[in-house]
């Protein structure tokens, strides 16, 4: 009898001492569209071809334009703006899609017209 209660004693100490572990793993992707919302430094939701997606911003985020000019965060805050195309790449943190890098699909430059 004393066998068996100090079987069930450890059995139910090894149950307690197990720990379990959970592994993330994470993919880089790109996500491509037209901003309908932007809050800069926050969150960003971007009207793509399969409806609208958001996303939210990472510590540190990445900005260029299309020709691979990189951007300060301040100049991409004038630059990204509702109805803008922009191109970001992201990675999925549970249901979160946090943003890297946003790339704008402009350079800037303005045109000016003469009479």
């Given at each position: 009898m004393k066998n068996l209660i100090a079987a069930l004693l450890l059995a139910g100490a090894s149950a307690f001492a197990q720990t379990s572990t959970t592994t993330t793993t994470t993919t880089t992707m790109t996500g491509t569209g037209t901003v309908t919302e932007f809050?800069?430094?926050s969150a960003m939701v971007i009207r793509e071809e399969s409806g609208p997606v958001s996303y939210r911003y990472s510590d540190?985020?990445?900005?260029?334009?299309?020709?691979?000019?990189?951007?300060?965060?301040?100049?991409?805050?004038t630059r990204i703006r509702v109805g803008a195309p922009v191109s970001v790449g992201y990675t999925t943190v549970g249901d979160d899609r946090v943003i890297s890098r946003v790339e704008i699909d402009e350079d800037g430059e303005v045109e000016v017209e003469r009479d």
């Open positions: 809050t800069p430094g540190t985020v990445t900005y260029s334009t299309k020709k691979g000019r990189t951007l300060t965060a301040e100049e991409a805050r």
